[in-house]
C-alpha cells in the first residue's frame, strides 16, 4: 500500500471549494483564466490547508527545475564541505536547490560530472575545476570558483593577496629565508599564492619552493620532506600553500625535534576546521567563503533569468577578488636568526 501523502493536493483543494483541479491549477500558478476574487480564495484556502507547490509539477508547467549543480574537484578536501555548505546557503537564500556531484579528484570524473547534473535538469551550475576540465562544453550557464588567473572565472579569494599578507607576517617577525611548499605545480590556485608570497618579499628575503608532487614522484609517496635539512640551511619559516602541506610540514619537523615556532615557523593558507587546535595552532589564510558563495549564486541567477539557459555561458562578476584575511596563532613567531625587519 503506498504511503499516504504529506499534505493536500490540488484535489483536494479543488472539492473542498467546488471547483475544478484545472481552475485550482490555474490560479495557484497565475496562469488561465480565473477571476482575481476567486484566485484570491484559492490561494487563501490552500494556504490554510498547509499546500505546498510540487517542485516537480512547478519545473513541468514552467521548464525550470529550480535546481542548481556545483561541481566540486574531491569532497575527500576538507575545504570543499566548508563551500558547499556556503554554496547551499546562498542557493537556498536565492529560492534554488543545490545537487552536488564530486570528481573524485580526476579530470574525467569531473566532466562525467557535469554531464550528469544537465541529464538531471539543473538550469546552472557552479563548478570548482579540475586543471584541464572542459566548462565550456556544459550546456547551461555555468560560474565558475577557482582563481583570477583561471580563463572564465567567475569569483575566488584574492590568492595573490592572501600570499602577500603570508610574506608581509614573516618580515615583520625578521624571517629571511622562506621555503614555500605547495602539493600540485599544476593548481593555478596554489601557483597565485605561491606568487604573492614572492612578491611580497621584502628587501633581504629570499625563498625557494618545494613541490610534494615532484618529491613523492622521485622518493615515493608519503616520503619525508627533508625539512630538518632545510632548517641546518638556514631556513626559518615554511610558508605552506594550504594547511593540509602546512600539517605534514609542522608533523615532520616535531618528529625531528624542531621546536615550532621557537626555531622553524610554519602558515598555511584555508583555515581547516581543525586549524585553531593543533599543537600549536596554525597561522593560516582564511577565505570569505560566505562572500565568495554569495557572488557565484547571484551572478549565476541573474544570468538564468535574464538569458535563460542558453548553452556555455560563463558567468563572470564585477568583484572577481574577494580579499583573505590573515589569522595568526601560536606557529609562527620571530626567526631565532635576526631582529624583526
Request: overall charge positive; hydrophobic content about 40%.
Given at each position: 500500500?503506498?504511503?499516504?501523502?504529506?499534505?493536500?493536493?490540488?484535489?483536494?483543494?479543488a472539492?473542498?471549494l467546488?471547483?475544478?483541479?484545472?481552475?485550482?491549477?490555474?490560479a495557484?500558478?497565475?496562469?488561465?483564466?480565473?477571476s482575481?476574487?476567486?484566485?484570491?480564495?484559492?490561494?487563501?484556502?490552500?494556504?490554510?490547508l498547509g499546500y505546498?507547490?510540487?517542485?516537480?509539477g512547478?519545473?513541468?508547467?514552467?521548464g525550470?527545475s529550480?535546481?542548481l549543480?556545483?561541481?566540486?574537484p574531491?569532497?575527500?578536501?576538507p575545504?570543499?564541505?566548508?563551500?558547499?555548505?556556503a554554496?547551499?546557503f546562498?542557493a537556498?537564500?536565492a529560492?534554488?536547490?543545490?545537487?552536488i556531484?564530486?570528481?573524485?579528484?580526476?579530470?574525467?570524473?569531473?566532466?562525467?560530472a557535469?554531464?550528469?547534473?544537465i541529464?538531471?535538469?539543473?538550469e546552472?551550475m557552479?563548478?570548482?575545476?579540475?586543471?584541464g576540465?572542459?566548462?565550456?562544453?556544459?550546456?547551461?550557464?555555468?560560474?565558475?570558483i577557482?582563481?583570477?588567473s583561471?580563463?572564465?572565472n567567475?569569483?575566488?579569494a584574492?590568492?595573490i593577496?592572501g600570499?602577500r599578507?603570508?610574506?608581509?607576517?614573516?618580515a615583520?617577525?625578521?624571517h629571511?629565508?622562506?621555503l614555500?611548499?605547495?602539493?600540485?605545480p599544476?593548481?593555478?590556485?596554489?601557483?597565485?599564492?605561491?606568487?604573492?608570497?614572492?612578491?611580497?618579499?621584502?628587501?633581504?628575503m629570499?625563498s625557494?619552493?618545494?613541490?610534494?608532487?615532484?618529491?613523492?614522484r622521485d622518493?615515493?609517496?608519503?616520503?619525508?620532506?627533508?625539512?630538518?635539512?632545510?632548517?641546518?640551511?638556514?631556513?626559518?619559516?615554511?610558508?605552506?600553500?594550504?594547511?593540509?602541506?602546512?600539517?605534514?610540514?609542522l608533523?615532520?619537523?616535531?618528529?625531528?625535534g624542531?621546536?615550532?615556532?621557537?626555531t622553524?615557523s610554519?602558515?598555511?593558507?584555508?583555515?581547516?576546521i581543525?586549524?585553531?587546535?593543533?599543537?600549536?595552532?596554525?597561522?593560516?589564510?582564511a577565505?570569505?567563503?560566505?562572500t565568495?558563495?554569495t557572488?557565484?549564486?547571484?551572478?549565476?541567477v541573474?544570468?538564468?533569468?535574464?538569458m535563460?539557459?542558453?548553452?556555455?555561458i560563463?558567468?563572470?562578476?564585477?568583484a572577481?577578488r574577494?580579499?583573505m584575511?590573515l589569522i595568526?596563532?601560536q606557529?609562527?613567531?620571530p626567526?631565532?636568526?635576526?631582529?624583526p625587519l
Amino acid at each position: 500500500m503506498p504511503p499516504a501523502r504529506s499534505g493536500p493536493n490540488l484535489s483536494r483543494i479543488a472539492t473542498s471549494l467546488g471547483v475544478s483541479v484545472a481552475t485550482v491549477s490555474n490560479a495557484l500558478s497565475g496562469k488561465g483564466r480565473v477571476s482575481e476574487q476567486l484566485a484570491e480564495r484559492i490561494k487563501e484556502h490552500a494556504a490554510s490547508l498547509g499546500y505546498v507547490p510540487s517542485q516537480a509539477g512547478r519545473a513541468l508547467r514552467t521548464g525550470r527545475s529550480g535546481v542548481l549543480g556545483l561541481v566540486l574537484p574531491d569532497i575527500a578536501n576538507p575545504l570543499f564541505p566548508k563551500l558547499a555548505q556556503a554554496i547551499e546557503f546562498a542557493a537556498t537564500t536565492a529560492g534554488y536547490g543545490v545537487l552536488i556531484a564530486d570528481s573524485r579528484g580526476s579530470v574525467g570524473a569531473q566532466t562525467e560530472a557535469i554531464n550528469r547534473l544537465i541529464e538531471r535538469g539543473v538550469e546552472g551550475m557552479v563548478i570548482v575545476p579540475r586543471r584541464g576540465t572542459r566548462i565550456s562544453a556544459a550546456s547551461c550557464p555555468v560560474a565558475v570558483i577557482d582563481t583570477a588567473s583561471t580563463p572564465g572565472n567567475t569569483v575566488a579569494a584574492d590568492h595573490i593577496q592572501g600570499g602577500r599578507a603570508i610574506a608581509d607576517h614573516l618580515a615583520e617577525l625578521g624571517h629571511k629565508r622562506i621555503l614555500i611548499i605547495g602539493n600540485n605545480p599544476g593548481s593555478n590556485v596554489q601557483n597565485d599564492r605561491a606568487g604573492g608570497i614572492r612578491s611580497g618579499l621584502r628587501a633581504g628575503m629570499s625563498s625557494a619552493t618545494l613541490w610534494i608532487e615532484r618529491l613523492e614522484r622521485d622518493r615515493g609517496d608519503g616520503c619525508p620532506l627533508g625539512l630538518k635539512e632545510k632548517v641546518k640551511e638556514g631556513f626559518t619559516a615554511f610558508a605552506a600553500l594550504s594547511d593540509l602541506q602546512a600539517l605534514r610540514a609542522l608533523t615532520e619537523l616535531q618528529r625531528d625535534g624542531i621546536d615550532v615556532p621557537a626555531t622553524a615557523s610554519v602558515t598555511g593558507f584555508d583555515d581547516l576546521i581543525w586549524s585553531p587546535v593543533v599543537t600549536p595552532a596554525l597561522t593560516t589564510v582564511a577565505m570569505d567563503m560566505g562572500t565568495i558563495a554569495t557572488i557565484a549564486i547571484s551572478s549565476l541567477v541573474r544570468t538564468i533569468q535574464t538569458m535563460g539557459s542558453r548553452e556555455g555561458i560563463l558567468v563572470t562578476a564585477d568583484a572577481d577578488r574577494v580579499p583573505m584575511r590573515l589569522i595568526a596563532r601560536q606557529s609562527s613567531g620571530p626567526s631565532a636568526l635576526a631582529d624583526p625587519l
